[in-house]
């Protein structure tokens, strides 16, 4: 028989938290049950009241927010400082709670009309965290089981009873279900018989009593649910594991991934990378280690080195200055004026020497060296205008 904790171990530790599911799995449950709403954004929230207010301290509905903001709201404070900070969980951060081996019954409260995109964020949750066939999903309503089963074929379902399970047993064949769950206190013996004639588990809930326990255990059901699993392993209820129980559901274990092998030109690039020495080089990121700069790098390296950087002699004289013959007041009232003329330069060696290589329009300097004194003293250097006074041969400086 499967011992489910009934919201974790509700008579422990606050319902459907992350201290709750702790607790149930402390206390021998074999199975771990949780209550299922869906936030605004379609999350599945692990939450059973349709008001935030009795186990959040707020007021306001949980299909009115979205996952984000239901996160936010602590449901450990009311049962003392212990629990105080318990979020509340969405279902892929109480399943990461759960380990593997455990099996999780789900019950959807219905408060609100559930839809086809809801039962698909449900499903998708349960695909990726451990497989279809670890669930057995929870409904009163046959509408929403036969949403659901349109969404996945493949859902464990069963159809959940809160009052006498009567002639259910057909509803839920017709359904597609596998279980029935019953309440605890409204399940008789033939009951048991009628849903073992159609095929059908049972699951009882609300088995909290010790003298109930072993009522309900007598009658050989699937599975009891209880606030308290400890009772269910000292009422003397053996527990059945989750191979035993669902044998012919088991998948065969999934082939190891696949590791893709390098492509040739990467290895070769890392290749290419060594040092001298053999040790591999640090690979560079950012804008200078894209594709373009190792193309850059690697075509360099079969080109002829660069010549060495010319000496400013050599420079000066592969672009000769030019040589114009410029009237000494016409070449200062050229300075002074505000029209861009480029200004006159001093004569190279080269352009002395009566060289023959074609002038080139050198670039304009801007700055602290293009004043009024420096253009002074280029024109003087250049003999466009008479030496400052005092500074000739005979000046009597030395």
Known sequence: ????????????????????????LRLGATAIGLDIQFSRDAVPMVFHDQSLERA?????????????????????????????????????????????????HLGLAE???????????????????????????????AKVLAALRSV????????????APGDRTQEASSLGCEAIYAEA??????????????????????????????????????GLASSFPERLAEAGVAPRTRTATHRHRETAPSPPP?????????????EDAATADGQPRKRRRGRRGGRKVRARREGAAGRPEAAAPTPIAEHARAHPAREAAVPPSKALRESESAAPAPPAT?????????????????????????????????????????????TGPDSGQD
């Not at 028989?1 to 149930?24: D, Q």
């Not at 698909?120 to 309503?141: C, F, H, M, N, P």
């Not at 095929?199 to 255990?217: C, F, T």
């Not at 696949?258 to 890392?270: H, K, N």
């Open 346 to 390: 001093r004569a190279t060696p080269a352009a002395e020497a009566g060289g023959s290589a074609p002038p080139a329009a050198k670039k304009r300097r801007r700055g602290h060296r293009g004043g009024k004194r420096h253009r002074l003293r280029r024109l003087r250097k250049q003999g466009a205008l008479p030496p400052e006074p005092g």
């Open 185 to 222: 206190a409204q399940t008789a013996p033939e009951f048991v018989e009628r849903c073992r004639a159609a095929g059908l588990k049972v699951y009882a809930y609300g088995a909290d009593d010790p003298r109930l326990i072993q009522k309900l255990s007598g009658m050989g059901i699937d």
């Open 152 to 163: 996945e074929a493949k859902t464990r379902r069963s159809l959940w009873t809160s009052a």
């Open 258 to 270: 696949q590791v893709a092998a390098p492509r040739p030109e990467r290895a070769g690039e890392r």
């Open 56 to 104: 959040a301290g707020v007021k306001g509905r949980v299909r009115d927010q979205s996952a984000r903001e239901l996160s936010g709201y602590d449901v450990g404070f009311r049962r003392g400082d212990a629990y105080r900070g318990l979020r509340l969980l969405t279902l892929e951060e109480a399943i990461s709670l759960i380990p593997a081996g455990v099996d999780l």
């Open 111 to 141: 408060f609100d009309p559930v839809t086809s995109r809801q039962l698909k964020e449900l499903v998708d949750v349960a695909t990726r965290r451990g497989g279809l066939g670890r669930y057995l999903i929870s409904s009163s309503s």
């Open 1 to 24: 028989m499967e011992i489910i904790g009934h919201r974790g171990a509700a008579g422990h530790a606050p319902e459907n938290s992350a201290a709750g599911i702790a607790a149930g």
